[in-house]
């Protein structure tokens, strides 16, 4: 039947579910040291970015990923621990004492903790995109996550969705452990790549 041919759409889709749930599995495993996890996204990313090209070595991409992008991946999920730490921190202030302004603050520390998360979906795609220091990285990931506000819901919601289903349902808790993050950052990335096309060749 030529629904289960090789070149069929269902048997592509289901190799490129098996691969992306290779990639989940060594990324999760990658992340279990906490400290790794920023490395481990970046050179996820890097390999689904090979994926997307046509490269399928998922290992040897990812290893390969590790290796450039282990440094300012690794500085990256630091600040973002320290930031995540901190606005927690204010969070449990503000809500346990009587201050003027009380709900004021809180929104604008929840506007900024939103806005740190936001940029966080942008920056490790930027960083396996593009040159540049960090604090380029970093400041381009701000700029695209509101110069393309849309996109960065959509990539939000996608997110949101596999949230969802973990916390919802047995059954679908199981998947998006399995292949979850794998397929959000897929997703993402083919999402992004519409942007990132726009400004690849001036910065080469």
């Avoid at 730490?85 to 903790?113: D, E, K, Q």
């Amino acid at each position: 039947m030529k629904f289960f041919d090789y070149n069929s759409g269902l048997m592509r889709f289901a190799l490129l579910l098996s691969r992306l749930t290779i990639l989940n599995l060594i990324w999760l495993v990658c992340c279990i040291p906490i400290i790794t996890a920023g490395a481990a996204t970046a050179a996820q990313y890097y390999s689904i970015k090979q994926l997307i090209a046509g490269d399928t070595a998922i290992f040897g991409n990812f290893c390969a990923g590790i290796k450039l992008h282990w440094k300012k991946a690794s500085i990256i999920w630091l600040i973002l621990a320290v930031l995540s730490a901190a606005f927690g921190m204010a969070y449990y202030i503000l809500t346990n004492t009587s201050i003027p302004g009380r709900t004021v603050l809180i929104s604008i520390a929840a506007l900024a903790f939103l806005t740190l998360i936001l940029t966080m979906l942008w920056v490790y795609p930027v960083l396996i995109n593009f040159k540049g220091n960090l604090r380029e990285i970093i400041f381009n990931a701000f700029v695209f996550t509101f110069m393309y506000a849309p996109i960065s819901l959509i990539a939000a919601a996608f997110y949101g969705i596999a949230g969802f289903l973990f916390i919802r349902f047995l059954i679908t808790r199981g998947l998006v452990i399995l292949f979850g993050q794998s397929l959000t950052a897929y997703a993402n990335l083919n999402l992004f790549e519409k942007v990132f096309q726009k400004y690849r060749n001036t910065d080469e």
